[in-house]
């Protein structure tokens, strides 16, 4: 009866042992799921910014552009507050998905946003252009200018910026820039550069360079005109010291 009450007891013992084993097994096993899972977590949170990024478009590039520091393949996909840059002999062109397009040309840098309504970019240097149809508004932003489309009108038009200025060109449609204390409009055919003297509100320096000439020599002319006017007198005959003079139709000694 001992001997067998003590077998009993032993594999009792035994099997409380494995019993032990086994719960330590699950709970090792459950402690390295929830590390893979926090590990998971934080890898995902890190790049969520990424991941969660709005997709406004595509990209098709020339040459060597990066995109956030990173190079560009044709066909990638555009995100939200992506920053562009055109290497030397490079361009790319951004095809936004409110059906606007822009096109950097080489040495550019550009970072845009974009909605079905409207876009948004700012230009630090080189040289965009861009195609925005109608109801969509494109503002981009320069070092020391501002540039609105007017919404109503499809637009085309171009911006450049260098070390000193900004220069707008438009093609198509009405294109406003602010700069200073300045408000312009401009239309098709007409451009303007920060960096120009400025002409009186309500004018443009869009004078083709016949039309310069010919205010140049116009007012050339008129200066001329006034200044033998001017510089008219009535004739004196040299004699008249002790010889006669003619005046008013009389004469005289």
Same mark, same amino acid.
């Given at each position: 009866?001992?001997?067998?009450?003590? =077998?009993?007891t032993?594999?009792?013992?035994?099997? $409380?042992?494995? @019993?032990?084993?086994?719960?330590r097994?699950?709970?090792?096993?459950? !402690?390295?799921?929830?590390?893979?899972? !926090?590990?998971?977590?934080?890898? !995902?949170?890190?790049a969520?910014?990424?991941?969660?990024?709005?997709?406004?478009?595509? &990209?098709?590039?020339? =040459?060597?552009v990066?995109?956030?520091?990173?190079? &560009?393949?044709s066909?990638?996909?555009?995100?939200?507050?992506?920053?562009?840059?055109? $290497?030397?002999?490079?361009?790319?062109?951004?095809?936004?998905?409110?059906?606007?397009?822009?096109?950097?040309?080489a040495?550019?840098?550009?970072?845009?946003e974009?909605?079905?309504?409207g876009?948004?970019?700012? *230009?630090?240097?080189?040289?965009?252009?861009?195609?925005v149809?109608?109801g &969509?508004q494109?503002?981009?932003?320069?070092?020391d200018?501002?540039?609105?489309?007017d919404?109503?009108?499809p637009?085309?038009?171009?911006?450049? &910026?260098d $070390?000193?200025?900004?220069t !707008?060109?438009?093609q198509?449609g009405r294109v406003?820039?602010?700069?200073?204390?300045?408000?312009?409009?401009?239309?098709?055919?007409?451009s303007?550069?920060?960096?120009?003297?400025?002409?009186?509100?309500?004018?443009?320096?869009?004078?083709s360079?016949?039309?310069?000439?010919g *205010?140049?020599m116009?007012i050339?002319?008129?200066?001329? %005109? @006034?200044?033998i006017?001017?510089t008219?007198?009535?004739r %004196?005959d040299?004699g +008249?010291?002790?010889?006669?003079?003619?005046? +008013?139709?009389? +004469?005289?000694?």
């Amino acid at each position: 009866m001992r001997e067998y009450f003590g =077998g009993e007891t032993l594999r009792k013992r035994a099997n $409380s042992s494995r @019993l032990l084993n086994w719960r330590r097994g699950r709970q090792a096993m459950a !402690l390295l799921i929830a590390t893979a899972i !926090l590990n998971l977590y934080g890898t !995902l949170s890190s790049a969520a910014p990424e991941l969660n990024s709005k997709t406004i478009g595509s &990209v098709t590039v020339q =040459g060597a552009v990066q995109i956030n520091g990173a190079p &560009v393949i044709s066909g990638q996909t555009l995100f939200s507050g992506s920053r562009i840059r055109t $290497s030397t002999e490079s361009e790319s062109i951004l095809d936004l998905g409110n059906l606007a397009r822009l096109k950097l040309d080489a040495e550019t840098s550009l970072t845009i946003e974009s909605s079905r309504l409207g876009l948004s970019a700012s *230009l630090d240097n080189g040289v965009v252009r861009a195609l925005v149809p109608g109801g &969509v508004q494109a503002d981009i932003t320069t070092a020391d200018a501002s540039i609105t489309t007017d919404v109503s009108h499809p637009a085309a038009f171009s911006v450049s &910026v260098d $070390s000193c200025s900004t220069t !707008l060109s438009v093609q198509a449609g009405r294109v406003r820039i602010r700069y200073a204390n300045y408000l312009r409009s401009l239309r098709a055919g007409e451009s303007l550069s920060t960096g120009d003297p400025q002409l009186p509100n309500g004018t443009h320096n869009n004078l083709s360079k016949g039309k310069k000439i010919g *205010l140049v020599m116009g007012i050339g002319g008129a200066i001329t %005109i @006034l200044l033998i006017a001017l510089t008219r007198e009535e004739r %004196i005959d040299e004699g +008249s010291f002790g010889g006669c003079v003619i005046a +008013s139709g009389e +004469s005289g000694c």
